[in-house]
């Protein structure tokens, strides 16, 4: 079956998560709109396969046969991090393909909110090699390992990363490396006793807050660590909506976040149209 803009339903919805596999970021509403036309696209670039933005049984193989790329989180929970980090593939294309610079005290930030703050040289061409060239690197190396600032952003404006490349970075090098920084405060999510999804919503919370337990501000993540040693998992989601006290008046986009986490750790990928 060709599918193609316009088409909607399970066979959509099973396209889309294959998409997702792919880095493309898409919901998963069964709805062949413009953003998975364009994610089609993108991903016959990606897998070597020229066409229009149709998806003939030949695409739905290759995306099919594609594998998960990170699949203690699976792909909808890396989908589920990058969203929460760049929107969509056509937000990403339009803000985020080039450095840019969050609110202080942020470093230059590329790809899926990969922070130039808390890297050297040395660190920036490893998660990086093959993507970024050495003119890209030098552009990039002062702005390593210090806060961010507008003319740091202006003098690495010239640095462009497909979205292609960002995720394939983000699954390759930084969501392995944060999985593992979960783990270490939350050791559960490195056995069976959560499902993908919750893994997800606490994989998302370190990538974006870190794993520093100490003081006010993280005494939920403190209280989580408890509850899990406990085996209280129905009582863990109310803590991520109790993290809202400290952005209420200044940061609606981490309110949103922290209840989307609470969300999914409640209900998992398909609540949030990401399985």
């Known amino acids: 079956m060709v599918l193609r803009q316009g088409s909607q339903g399970e066979d959509v919805k099973e396209l889309q998560r294959g998409l997702n596999k792919l880095g493309e970021l898409v919901l998963v509403d069964g709805d062949f ?32 046969a594609f594998p998960d790329p990170f699949p203690p989180i699976t ?49 920036l061409e490893a998660d990086w090699q093959g993507v970024l060239a050495p003119e890209a690197i030098a552009l990039l190396e002062p702005a390593l390992g210090i806060p961010g600032t507008l003319a740091l952003c202006s ?23 944060y999985f593992e920084m979960t783990r270490r405060i939350y050791p559960a999510v490195g056995d069976q006793t959560l499902n993908a999804a919750q893994r ?15 003081g006010d501000r ?10 899990l040693l406990n085996g209280q998992l129905d009582d863990v989601a109310a803590q991520f909506e109790s993290m809202t006290r400290l952005w209420r008046d200044v940061a609606p986009g981490l309110v949103r976040r922290r209840r989307a986490e609470a969300r999914l750790w409640r209900s998992g990928f398909r609540a949030l149209q990401l399985d």
């Open 33 to 64: 709109g413009p953003g998975t036309a364009r994610a089609v696209s993108a991903a016959r670039v990606t897998l070597g396969m020229p066409g229009p933005p149709i998806a003939d049984d030949a695409f739905q193989a290759a995306v099919e």
């Open 75 to 123: 792909a909808a929970g890396m989908t589920f991090i990058a969203r929460e980090e760049v929107s969509d593939g056509t937000t990403y294309r339009r803000r985020f393909q080039r450095p840019c610079l969050p609110p202080p005290p942020s470093g230059i930030t590329i790809g899926i909110g990969y922070d130039c703050r808390f890297v050297d040289r040395t660190q």
């Open 155 to 177: 003098q690495s404006a010239d640095v462009s990363i497909t979205l292609a490349d960002a995720m394939r970075v983000f699954a390759t090098r930084s969501l392995p490396k």
């Open 200 to 214: 997800t919503a606490l994989v998302s919370l370190v990538y974006n807050r870190g794993a520093d337990l100490e």
């Open 218 to 227: 993280r005494r939920e993540m403190r209280t989580i660590q408890t509850l």
